[in-house]
């Protein structure tokens, strides 16, 4: 509706302390001029007090998502998504994006585009070093379909275009991997090379002779994320 604002916020006054946080809403249906009532929207799960919080609305569609990080060693940390489809007068049951031990989650944000939901966000689960990570959910439901979480950081490939061999540069997977796996797809997504590497291995050089020359695609996974990058071999 075109005189509904909504806002929400992060708020201790429930008594979590200096540590915790609640997450709060409130909206207005008349620009602003008057407001409902507060909502108390994490009565069993709170956010920390220096996490992010985000929102977006959309028609009378409204997401929240906010990340928390724990105390301890390890800590849990957890990114969480909630959405409503009444203009917040009800709420679905929250959904967990992501959950772990002994990483930091931060700058959680929420979009929508088309008909899609994203949630963006950082942490260093599988990397020694912060990536920036990216789920997408349906509007419709609305709710995180998607369980892989794609790295948007470039997988660096090289050379590109290449000849009779290419090499990829992997990451420094964290201590939550087991392992990286790397699949190479041509354009009709036939699997047309796919290999198991261990933690230590940095990258990778591989012998391309045999291919024809054409676009593929190079998949790099690692545990519940994985990068792609596109690449084409010249003849």
Sequence with gaps: PEQDVYIAWTDNKFGGGMLFDDVMFRKSTDDGLTWGVEQRLTPDSRCDAGGALDMVSQDSMIFIVWDYNGTGNPAPCS??????????????????VKSGFAI???????????????????????TYY???????????????????????????????????SITIALPSIGHRAKGI?????????????????????KGISIDTK????????????AGDVFSIKKVIKIK
């Design 79 to 96: 990114l969480f998504f909630l959405a409503s489809t009444d203009c917040g007068e009800t709420w679905r049951e929250r959904e967990t």
């Design 104 to 126: 930091g989650i931060r700058d959680a944000n929420v979009a929508v585009f088309q008909n899609y939901v994203y949630v963006v966000w950082r942490d260093n689960q599988y």
């Design 130 to 164: 912060e990536e920036l990570y990216i789920r997408r959910g349906s509007l419709t439901p609305p709710g995180i379909e998607e369980r892989a979480s794609v790295s948007v950081s470039s997988l660096k490939v090289f050379p590109n275009p290449f000849t009779t």
């Design 181 to 201: 796996e790397l699949q190479m797809y041509n354009v009709s997504g036939k699997e047309v090379m796919s290999y198991d590497l261990r933690k230590r291995v």
């Design 210 to 221: 045999s291919l024809p020359g054409g676009i593929y695609f190079i998949k790099v996974m």
